[in-house]
């Protein structure tokens, strides 16, 4: 059972989800841009040797407390993008075939 083209008006696009894909292909497409990565993954690399010897001689911090604020937040954020994503999912899948919904934009 097909759904109509009414149907799909069902939700609100929000101003922060309007996105221009045209700009973030052209930007990518860019012979130069791909190089930017190299750097922060350098940084970064760079941040966890140093932080490991810097941390080999001290006590480890006590954390509990804040990792389960932090682990709520990413369970709800988690629940809200789910509820979020999956009218416009079940929408897709009922209209057009899951290799379609899945695999092509």
Not at 9 to 14: A, G, N
Request: glycine residues 0%.
């Amino acid at each position: 059972m097909k759904l109509s083209q009414k149907s799909q008006d069902y939700m609100h696009i929000f101003e922060f989800e309007k996105f221009s894909f045209k700009s973030l292909q052209t930007w990518l497409s860019s012979d130069y841009n791909w190089t930017i990565s190299i750097y922060p993954c350098t940084l970064y690399l760079a941040f966890v040797i140093l932080g490991i010897k810097y941390m080999k001689e001290k006590s480890p911090f006590q954390l509990r407390k804040q990792l389960i604020v932090w682990n709520t937040l990413q369970a709800t954020i988690s629940f809200v993008i789910s509820v979020r994503i999956f009218p416009e999912l079940f929408i897709q899948i009922v209209n057009r075939d899951f290799h379609s919904t899945f695999c092509t934009a």
